[in-house]
């Protein structure tokens, strides 16, 4: 079993920054593609970013391309997404995940973070 945890959540003025991250403990992730997921209120579950193994495949939804980053550290277990330029759009709970699959399948997907809320005020 993988267990992921994701902090770096809050509330941002528009035009500001956050930086998510999420620690992963147990299986290793060795191989494994990470990536974030966000749900607004009343919307369906939508895939924001996932990054390869080896960083060398990088997926972006086209409504955070230029703004959001995706990054990992194998070495600390660790996956980041940097949100610069943020928007009241981005609000959302979001979550990590992992899978032992191709990182651009968002059916891949099937370890889980708790979330952790973005709220962004216009």
């Known amino acids: 079993q993988v267990q992921l945890v994701e902090s770096g959540g809050g509330l941002v003025q528009a035009g500001g920054s956050l930086r998510l991250s999420c620690a992963a403990s147990?299986?290793?992730?060795?191989?494994?593609?990470m990536g974030w997921f966000r749900q607004a209120p009343g919307k369906e579950r939508e895939f924001v970013a996932a990054?390869?193994?080896?960083?060398?495949?990088?997926y972006y939804v086209d409504s955070v391309k230029g703004r959001f980053t995706i990054s990992r550290d194998n070495a600390k277990n660790t996956v980041y997404l940097q949100m610069n330029s943020l928007k009241a759009e981005d609000t959302a709970v979001y979550y990590c995940?992992?899978?032992?699959?191709?990182?651009?399948?968002?059916?891949?997907?099937?370890?889980w973070g708790q979330g952790t809320q973005v709220t962004v005020s216009s």
């Open positions: 990054v390869s193994w080896s960083g060398g495949i990088i």
């Open positions: 147990g299986r290793t992730l060795r191989s494994s593609a």
């Open positions: 995940a992992a899978s032992y699959r191709s990182a651009l399948d968002p059916q891949g997907y099937n370890y």
